[in-house]
Structures are given as C-alpha cells and as structure tokens.
C-alpha cells in the first residue's frame, strides 16, 4: 500500500486481545469420483465467491469485494479481504468417491459471525455447480471444526450443530508463543515475498518477514476490529532488531516458472532471534503473510529451538 492508504495515518489504536481470528476446518464427503484441480487455491476462491453471492449477495460483496475506507486514496489497490482459504493440496490422480477432502476458512474481526452464511454458501455449491463446477465434486459437508490453540473443536457433525465458535485472539497467539533462540519456518503454502518488485526465490530476510506480519496484521486489526495494534514507530523497531538474526538453514525452491501464485515452498531457520520477535512470527501462522494471501498463500508452521544451558557446579 502506498500513500494513505496505510492504516497508521487513519486509525486508533486497539488492544491485542481486540483482533479476533477465527480459523475453521471443514471435512467434505465427496459423493463421487473427480479429478482433482490443478490449481485449488485459485478455483476455491473463485467457485466460493460464486456461492456467496447466491446465498447472501450482501455478505458475499462484502467479503470479496470490502470497501474501501475514506483514508484509501490508492484508488488502483483495494483493502485485504477478511479472509483467507485453505484449499486442500494439489495431488496428482483421482479423488475418490467418498473420500473425505478439507477446506479451511480463516475470518478476521467481524468477518467471524459470517461463518453460518459461509457453511451454506458450501451447501449450495453441494446442490448446485459442485466443487469444480458443472455438477462436478459433489460432496456432503461431514464436520466443521474451529483450530485453536490446543486441539480442534466441533462444531458441526452428523448433521447436527453441536455449538458455538470460541473467541481466538492475538493477545492468546502471542502470549502461548513458544521461547526459542532459533525458529524453523515450515511453509505449507507457497509465500510470496517482493524485493524492489521482484520475486524473492530463496528464504527471505527476518527483516522483510517481521514487517510484512505487522503490516498485514496492522490493515487486518484497522479493517475489521476497530483500530491498529502497532504504531509505526514500533514497527520500525522491531523491524531494526530482525537485522541481527541470519539465515542459518535455507531448504527453499522457487516454484516453477509461470505458476500463477509464485514465491518459495520449503523451509528455512532463523538465528538467533530476538525473544520479542518470536511473538509476531507465532501470529503470523495465523494471519499469513506476502502476496495473495486470501487464497492461502504465506501460511506456515513455526517451531522454536532453546539452546540448552549448561549446568556449572
């Protein structure tokens, strides 16, 4: 974002246990067999957005299609979506009849309440066009589960609703954040991180990791939940003390030439990091973080490496 488009020109500021994320996980029933897409991440998004408008136009529009505040000048770029989806991963050969298959929804802020209206925009694509359009895919929805910061909770199972979402908050991410002198990032997804406009194709600098979490992690909490969680001059502080850190494993790959999403798959370790930079990473397994991330792009898993003390008698 250029201009005024940064939610720290424009916004108050919130407390962490105001950014509210809710992560869901919804197991599919496949009632026959279909071939697989080739690029899931892009055909979820777009047959998603379909049922949407269908089911609810209003929520629809507004989830795809946020408005822009009175602060966004960059008429040529438009607000984050207040979501993000997992597809499920690209495979080769066939999904089968009755296989089960896994779709995950992250909302963001106020985006949370929608997810009864996201449950039957999936069903309506079961009724209608299916998982791949054209009444292929069918399925049944077999569970919904929200992720949190133990194990899995249902939701939705046996057709029935079981109950309510719990409140997931950054203050709980950061808080429950592992201590480590070292973190390994393990992409799940492809992260697509620019230098200068261009592709980074190897692990990217702590440094260009930490700002783009706040700065997403700043327009999500600005957008959605009433205001911003870090100012700038925090933001270029911790920025400043990623510098120190290297890059002491690279285990990354470009992906292939003409993928429509781009970045880097693999993993990387970082050392030694500095202990309030660790919070900000085990938030950004959450949020996501480079481009494209409403389609899923930039989630990892985190895990920190304490060297051990040694005893001295």
């Known amino acids: 974002m250029h201009g005024m488009t940064r939610p720290e020109k424009a916004s108050k500021r919130v407390n962490f246990d105001q950014f509210t994320i809710g992560a869901f996980a919804f197991s599919l029933r496949l009632r026959d067999s279909v071939k697989p897409p080739r690029d899931p991440a892009d055909l979820f998004h777009r047959i998603l957005g379909r049922a949407l408008r269908q089911t609810s ?68 694509m079961d009724n209608g066009s299916g998982l791949l359009g054209n009444k292929q895919g069918r399925f049944h929805i077999d569970r919904l589960e929200q992720l949190t910061l133990t194990e899995p909770k249902t939701l939705f199972a046996n057709n029935s609703w079981i109950t309510e979402p719990d409140t997931v908050t950054a203050a709980d991410i950061i808080t429950n954040a592992p201590a480590a002198d070292a973190v390994t990032l393990e992409l799940l997804t492809p992260m697509q991180i620019r230098k200068n406009g261009e592709l980074i194709t190897n692990a990217p600098p702590l440094t260009a990791v930490i700002e783009r979490i706040i700065g997403r992690a700043n327009t999500l909490s600005t957008l959605y939940c009433g205001g911003l969680l870090t100012p700038p001059h925090e933001k270029t502080a ?66 920190g490496e304490l060297e051990a003390l040694e005893e001295h008698l």
Not at 81 to 87: E, N, V
Not at 93 to 105: A, D, P, S, T, V
Not at 108 to 114: D, P, T
Not at 252 to 275: V, W
């Open 57 to 124: 136009p209003s929520i629809g529009r507004w989830l795809y299609h946020p408005p822009r505040p009175d602060y966004w000048e960059a008429t040529h770029k438009t607000p984050a979506k207040p979501f993000l989806i997992i597809p499920p991963a690209a495979q080769k050969g066939i999904w089968r009849k009755n296989e089960q298959i896994h779709l995950g929804i992250t909302l963001f802020g106020n985006a949370r309440q929608h997810i009864n209206v996201i449950y039957a925009a999936l069903e309506t």
């Open 238 to 303: 911790l920025a400043a003390l990623a510098r120190a850190t290297t890059i002491e494993a690279d285990h990354t790959r470009p992906l292939r030439p003409g993928s429509k999403l781009g970045g880097i798959t693999g993993n990387f370790r970082y050392r030694p990091i500095p202990p309030t930079l660790v919070p900000w990473l085990a938030l950004g397994q959450w949020i996501g973080v480079g481009g494209k991330t409403s389609y899923g792009n930039g989630l990892y898993q985190l895990s």
